[in-house]
């Protein structure tokens, strides 16, 4: 791979400001100073130092966010604010995007990443990923919502979504529910309560797959997985 296109996708900045910083002797690999922008390396095994420090090259990011309301699942939108907005300068360069989507008004577990073949066992219906929301609910839900979201709910369009589980923390006037689902339909769970009759008010997701939403994180705010975290996502 070429030198400067290596410091360009770590966040060293745009191809053109690399080749400024690669010709005034900055870059060395292997222990020797580079000054020619396209001298290939190996990134996995030759030793680079950028400005007196070890580049420490990664392929894949792996990120964590607590979604905020008003921000869209998306990575570019000429009216919205996307999740990858939120994001520091230095994860710009890896073209990270959203794992699956959560809507507009909805918050909590959103995963970044550039690793495809990853999202797409995590988003593949053959995979069946559970995903876990906590939600409160305009109204009393009962053991018949239960029962609905057991034997599958058909939308407004027709479709039969798969068995999913219903769990009543508290039921009044506002009820407070936790949702398992496997699948990931446009709006599927507030479609699912507006066929019973109900209306989600607010609406968070807690868990995908074994991924579970850091407590620390406030929302709007993010980390990298843990090697732990990674380890048991991919190992599913």
């Given amino acids: 791979m070429r030198l400067d296109k290596v410091l360009a996708n770590q966040g060293f900045g745009s191809r053109k400001d690399v080749k400024k910083l690669i010709k005034k002797g900055k870059v060395q690999v292997d222990g020797k100073a580079i000054k020619d922008s396209s001298f290939h390396v190996n990134p996995n095994e030759s030793e680079i130092i950028v400005n007196g420090k070890v580049l420490n090259y990664r392929d894949y990011i792996y990120l964590m966010m607590n979604k905020p309301k ?17 994001l520091d300068e230095e994860y710009q360069p890896f073209s990270l995007f959203p794992v699956g989507r959560l809507d507009k008004d909805t918050v909590g577990l959103l ?3 550039n690793d495809g073949e990853l999202a797409h066992r995590l988003l593949s219906p053959q995979h069946h990923v559970e995903k876990i929301y906590e939600a409160e609910i305009k109204g009393l839900v009962t053991e018949q919502d239960v029962q609905a979201f057991k034997e599958g709910i058909t939308l407004d369009d027709g479709y039969v979504t798969k068995p999913a589980q219903l769990t009543i923390l508290d039921a009044n006037d506002v009820s407070y529910v936790r949702i398992n689902i496997t699948e990931g339909k446009f709006h599927q769970i507030r479609r699912m309560f507006s066929a019973l009759g109900h209306k989600v008010e607010e609406l968070k997701r807690l868990q995908m797959g074994s991924l579970v939403l850091d407590g620390a994180l406030d929302l709007g705010e993010y980390r990298e997985l ?3 975290e990674l380890k048991h996502l991919q190992a599913h």
Avoid at 70 to 86: K, Q
């Fill in 70 to 86: 008003g921000v869209i699942s998306a990575t570019h939108d000429r009216v919205e604010t996307c999740v990858t907005d939120l």
């Fill in 226 to 228: 843990t090697e732990d």
């Fill in 111 to 113: 995963m970044l990443t």
